[in-house]
């Protein structure tokens, strides 16, 4: 049983990249649809207002996710619980969220985090971090052309977040990571797809077999 989890910036391409490990592993896929989050385009239209809101109900989406996921066999997350704290504390530092309101999610957080760890998993296999420089994520977001995500106004919020992950991932510690610069690898051509999935195979089989080694 093999749990991977995606994470990256906004627009880095982590559904893409799930769809494409589920499909190679054979495994179920978890996607958080944007289609029907009413919240998310709020949001976008007034941060102040409906920072918390978006915050407690993606929580409430990834823990849902996230233990399913972990209860059952293989399966792949296009983002996790462990990331949504990192725009949580970006929002914080904005000034869209308040004091209590931040003390408020990280006593939520802990609480789930018992409960996630409780399970008979208790944490992913393996992160899968894609990462890229800030122009190709803006040029990706141009391309993808959501419209909530589309404002001018929004580059320095984007910015703050760009630079917000280079730090999370250096402190994130709850399964092995695996990094892939998307300025190198582009998914959509098959040959790097290819590549991609060797590299997730590599450090897969190279976990498994840590921990399989019989102790010295
Ligand atoms: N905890 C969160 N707080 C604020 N916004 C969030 C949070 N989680 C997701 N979002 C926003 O929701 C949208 C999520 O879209 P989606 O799930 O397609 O992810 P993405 O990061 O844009 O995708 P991808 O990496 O697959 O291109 C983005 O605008 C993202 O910023």
Known sequence: MVVVILAGMIGVGKS????????HL?????????????I???????????????????????FRSIKAALRHKDNVLDRSIYEDALFTRINYEEGNISDVEMDTYLHLLDNMMVV????????PDLL????????TIMHRIRKRGREYEQSPELVDYLKHLHAGYANWIKEYDKSPVLIIDIDRYDIER????????????G?????SSEFSDPPK
């Open 116 to 123: 996630i760890e409780e399970t008979e998993k208790g944490r």
């Open 40 to 62: 998310l385009e709020l949001f976008y239209r007034d941060k102040k207002r409906w920072a918390f809101t978006l915050q407690v109900y993606f929580l409430n989406t990834r």
């Open 190 to 201: 098959s040959d790097d797809k290819a590549a991609v999935l060797r590299m997730v195979d």
């Open 26 to 38: 054979g495994s179920q896929v978890f996607f958080e649809s944007v289609d029907d989050n009413r």
């Open 128 to 135: 899968v971090y894609l990462h890229g420089s800030f122009d």
């Open 16 to 23: 893409t990249v799930a769809e494409a490990i589920g499909e």
């Open 203 to 207: 450090k897969l089989s190279e976990l």
